[in-house]
């Protein structure tokens, strides 16, 4: 069973810290990962893509990628209330899909 | 704009009555992908098309939903004999196909409310 594990939180983060969101998936042939933020009521936008081992930065997100360990992270620096927010993890499946995780709820405090 | 479109927004239907909910892709884009959300849980896949082509259906139930892209105009997921457990947000994503196939992005949904 392909599957893509996320810890649904919530996670609360005072303003102004790392926001650090953490996702393991199953299939070690999936090769493309993304990072979906969601607010409530609202449909998934795409915020980080990240195809190779490593980091990518993108303003105050930076994804990060271990295949390996078949872990991808999220870190949202200097959080701001307007991070607050559910994150889907999401990652291709061999079959020209892609599967979501459930989401971490992101709670910024400010 | 040339984000993904879906129309309607919000749906209201009756027990046993049909739906039918539309969804034009990014321009450029010529795949298309429907997910079903249920509060406060996850996307669930339903079906995957190309023009005039459905490429994945495993997600959607065998019986009263069906899905289609035509050549011309948007794509259509349609639920007959809508029940209450078809209460949902629906969404539409579209994807380019290449270089960056899995790169999908979404509609605003639209919202089924089943009475």
């Known amino acids: 069973q392909k599957e893509v594990e996320q810890n649904s939180g919530p996670l609360s983060v005072p303003e102004g810290a790392i926001a650090s969101l953490n996702c393991t998936y199953s299939?070690?042939?999936?090769?493309?990962f993304f990072w979906y933020r969601q607010y409530s009521g609202k449909s998934p936008e795409l915020i980080m893509s990240?195809?190779?081992?490593g980091d990518k930065e993108d303003g105050r997100f930076t994804a990060q990628l271990n295949k390996a360990s078949q872990y991808v992270s999220l870190l949202i620096r200097d959080s701001q209330p307007s991070d607050s927010a559910t994150y889907l993890c999401a990652v291709n499946a061999r079959d020209d899909k892609i599967i979501f995780g459930k989401g971490t709820r992101l709670h910024i405090l400010p | 704009n040339a984000g993904v479109m879906q129309n309607p927004r919000h749906l209201v239907r009756r027990r046993g009555q049909e739906a039918r909910l539309r969804c034009s892709p990014m321009?450029?884009?010529?795949?298309v992908y429907w997910y079903r959300q249920l509060p406060e849980e996850g996307l669930k896949f339903m079906v995957y098309?190309?023009?005039?082509?459905?490429?994945?259906e495993s997600g959607m139930p065998k019986e009263r939903f069906s899905a289609e892209f035509p050549k011309e105009g948007p794509s259509i997921l349609r639920i007959q004999q809508v029940v209450r457990g078809d209460s949902a947000a629906y969404f539409c994503?579209?994807?380019?196909?290449?270089?960056?196939?899995?790169?999908?992005?979404f509609g605003p949904g639209t919202r089924l409310t089943v009475t």
């Open positions: 990240i195809y190779s081992n």
């Open positions: 299939d070690r042939g999936s090769q493309s």
């Open positions: 994503a579209s994807s380019h196909g290449s270089p960056t196939p899995y790169e999908q992005y």
């Open positions: 098309l190309q023009k005039e082509n459905i490429i994945d």
């Open positions: 321009k450029g884009h010529s795949h």
